[in-house]
């Protein structure tokens, strides 16, 4: 049985955000951040997870050309080009990791 008062924390975004990058810096461990900021390890993962699909949403910029012979500036080369099934992905190399993790995750599905 639980003694004295019941307790639900509220978390800002920016709270979460910070929390969840602290979790998987490099060399962290998500159970001593979680319980530094008087959390639950179980938390940390919801949060990234609950992050990810709202990176999903995200779009790249694409450029469009009318002229088949391509006038316009050639665009830089691929970092790295991946295949699944049918769909080619290039992914640049000043790509956004979270947007790069996210559209491969939903590209594997």
């Not at 979460?16 to 461990?29: D, E, M, N, Q």
């Not at 940390?44 to 316009?72: C, K, M, N």
């Not at 699944?84 to 190399?93: D, E, F, K």
Request: proline letters at 6%; zero cysteines; a positive charge.
């Amino acid at each position: 049985m639980f003694s004295g008062a019941e307790r639900r924390r509220r978390w800002s975004a920016d709270d979460k955000r910070t929390l969840v990058a602290a979790a998987f810096a490099p060399g962290a461990i998500v159970s001593e951040v979680a319980r530094a900021a008087d959390s639950g390890a179980n938390q940390i993962y919801r949060w990234r997870r609950d992050l990810a699909i709202e990176h999903a949403a995200e779009f790249a910029a694409v450029r469009v050309s009318a002229d088949p012979q391509g006038s316009t500036p050639a665009a830089p080369a691929a970092a790295m080009v991946i295949e699944i099934g049918r769909a080619r992905v290039q992914i640049m190399a000043d790509a956004p990791p979270a947007l790069v993790s996210t559209t491969l995750r939903l590209l594997a599905r």
